[in-house]
């Protein structure tokens, strides 16, 4: 059931409805997150959700809740939260101007208030001055009442000022949040391509990219239950982990699906590498706390690919992604560098 088809039916059913029609067409839970993405599917507004969720419908693999909770950190989540870091920026900007307004406000009023003091010595020397002494007297006093109030406005707006530094510290740490997989604890996708960039702006020599899936792992999902399918993503992301030279950055791409970005590496290096972290998974045998049952040794298949001058994330993963697909055709279980 693709958005623009079904608009063109005359269906006036509301949208809600044909949400939830949606996921019981493809056996998803009611969950908010599939709702969500439903719901914006059907609704047809964001062109590249549709477009995500149509290449899943048209491939030969189902819809789970996995693949919708990514379209949904992909498409909505990094959207919504950018909104939220510009709000921040935009709030900070404005509090930032304002007090500088009101602090040269408050040195002009002292400014006046010290051409008074002035003035009023230079009226010791005018005779019959009482009246305009008086007067005088009255102007500098109004004027430090001024001063007094600008100064308490000024120690508000500090204050203010300071809780939005607050705000903004709380923005950032949710940022970093929704950078990291929470299962693994690794950057997430969002936070590799940032990552990345960054790295890309800085680096001397270029960075090797591994990509590394997990072989099979419906079966293994399919065999011992999604649980256990969580748990040897955990291991694979502490195997990676501890192989991984200090500035490398590590990321789960999604699913069952890892990176590993390695700053000035060759390619010699990075294929060394990927096999060091293919054999350490090989090797790994877990066992099922409460039954004893030993869980099949499960692998990992590796694309490597080093980047090319200038060569941007997405060509470069690209290469690694080929490569990735290469080793899988080759019988899994092995390296493939992309020439
Ligand atoms: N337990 C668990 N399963 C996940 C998660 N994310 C994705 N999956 C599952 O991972 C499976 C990936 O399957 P495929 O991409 O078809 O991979 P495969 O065919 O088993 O293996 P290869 O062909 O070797 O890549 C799907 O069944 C998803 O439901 C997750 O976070 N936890």
Redo the contacts with the bound molecule.
Sequence with gaps: MKPSQNDKSGARSDLGERALAFLAQHRLSASPINYWVAHDYIRGNDPSLCEALNSVIGSS?AI?D??VREIYEQHVAGEALRRFHGMGEGIEKLLGSLLGDVLSASRNTSGLQASLTENLGRLDEVRDSSGLRAIAQNLAQAALAANESNAALKKSLEATEQETRLLRGELDKHRREAMVDP?TGLLNRRGMLIEAAKLFDSSDGPPALLVM???????I?DTYG?AV??IV?QKVAEAMLAIAPDQAMTARF???EFVMLVPNASIDRAQQLAEKVRTSIERLRLVRRHDKLEIAPFTI?VGVALRQREESIEPLFDRADKALYRA?HNG?NCVVASS
């Design positions: 693999s789970d996995f693949v299962l899936d997990i072989d099979h792992f419906k079966r999902n999604h399918g969580d993503i999604g699913g069952e298949s899988k899994r």
